[in-house]
Structure formats: C-alpha cells, structure tokens
C-alpha cells in the first residue's frame, strides 16, 4: 500500500473519517506491511494459575460493512499479574486496516499498547501509534473496546463520537475509548478477553 495511492472518493472520506483523526490497528497481513497475525503466549499447564496474567486482549477481526471497505482490528495486549494494581503497564500491540475493497486501496497503523482494563469479557485498551501510511498519525494515543461474545463480538474506538477528523481532541487519556457498538463480520470474530480480577482492598485486622 503506498501513500500516494487514492481510492475512491467515497471511500477515502471513510478512511480519513477513521485515519486522519487518530488511527487504529488491524489485520497486518491485509496491510502490506509485512506482519503477521501475533500469536497467544503460552503457558505450561502446571504453571498456569500461578502465571496467569492479570488481563488480555488477544485476536482479530474485520467489521461489519453494507460497502465493499474491508475494516480489520487486531489486538495483541497484556497486563502482567505483577502490575494488577497498574494497567497502564499493559504491554502489547495493536494494528488497524481500512481498504475500499479486499486487497485495495486505504490506509493502515500499527503501535505499542500503553493501558489495559477488562471486566468480564469486555476490554478496554489504549495504545500510541507507532507506524503509518499517514505520517500526521504517528504518535497520537488512539482507544479501543472490545466485547468478547464469541464469534459475535463488537468493537468500538476512540473517535467514533467525532465521525471526522474536524472536533477531534489532540490528546487522550489511557484506557479512554467508546462504546462497543460495530458488529464483528459474521464468521470472522475470534477476539478472546482475560477478565482482570479486581485488586479490591482487603479489610484491616
């Protein structure tokens, strides 16, 4: 994917809609960039409870459109069972892609995870972009919500409540994004939450 490629009209106003105002993350093997979907660390069975991690968000999946735009979030984030009190020492990745069609023409971002909370199956995580095919993008802290229902989940993001690039604010807190409210395209949904237990404090003696 290149930089001076333009897609069509209707479907660069979309992707400005999305890109231009703080970007996200997707499919890096629909980008053109090189990546790979990331894998789940793993853990030995004997280890697990005691290595369990204090929250995740793992996965990826492309959203629900009427068009031909091919929109896909991946999400590689993790809170150390170590850092439970902390989730803005999450570490991790997330990749964003917005095509006009399958293989066409749109824009990508890629960057590092710097906050993640999860109740249930429902995660909320934020992260700083650290590539683009948009340059004006790199940097910006962008936000991400995702509701883990199986092969129906939904996702939501940060600048949805803007819809352009025109009111969007510079800066944003950690953890801060919107409500879930995309559909997941159907069969395509594999997003997997790790409910973070809350470290609620214990009562004095």
């Not at 369990?52 to 735009?69: N, W």
């Not at 997330?94 to 199956?121: E, Q, Y």
């Not at 994004?177 to 995309?182: D, G, I, L, N």
Request: aromatic fraction near 8%; charge should be positive; proline fraction near 6%.
């Amino acid at each position: 994917m290149s930089r001076t490629a333009t897609p069509h009209p209707r479907a660069i106003a979309v992707a400005a809609a999305l890109l231009l105002t703080v970007g996200a993350a997707g499919a890096a093997v629909a980008s053109g960039d090189g990546g790979e979907r990331p894998a789940k660390p793993r853990v030995h069975a004997g280890d697990q409870a005691k290595k369990r991690e204090a929250a995740a968000l793992t996965g990826s999946a492309k959203m629900y459109r009427k068009t031909t735009e091919d929109v896909t979030f991946t999400f590689d984030a993790h809170l150390a069972a170590e850092d439970t009190r902390d989730p803005s020492k999450a570490t991790g990745t997330f990749h964003f892609v917005h095509l006009d069609r399958p293989g066409g023409k749109g824009g990508w971002a890629k960057g590092r995870i710097d906050c993640l909370m999860t109740g249930g199956k429902v995660a909320t995580a934020t992260g700083v972009i650290t590539g683009s095919n948009f340059k004006e993008m790199k940097g910006k802290r962008v936000g991400f919500t995702v509701d883990d229902r199986g092969r129906n989940d939904r996702v939501g993001y940060s600048w949805a409540a803007y819809g352009a690039t025109q009111g969007q604010p510079d800066t944003l807190a950690k953890c801060a994004s919107s409500a879930p409210y995309e559909k997941v395209r159907k069969g395509t949904g594999d997003f997997d939450v790790v409910p973070w237990k809350v470290p609620y404090p214990e009562p004095q003696d």
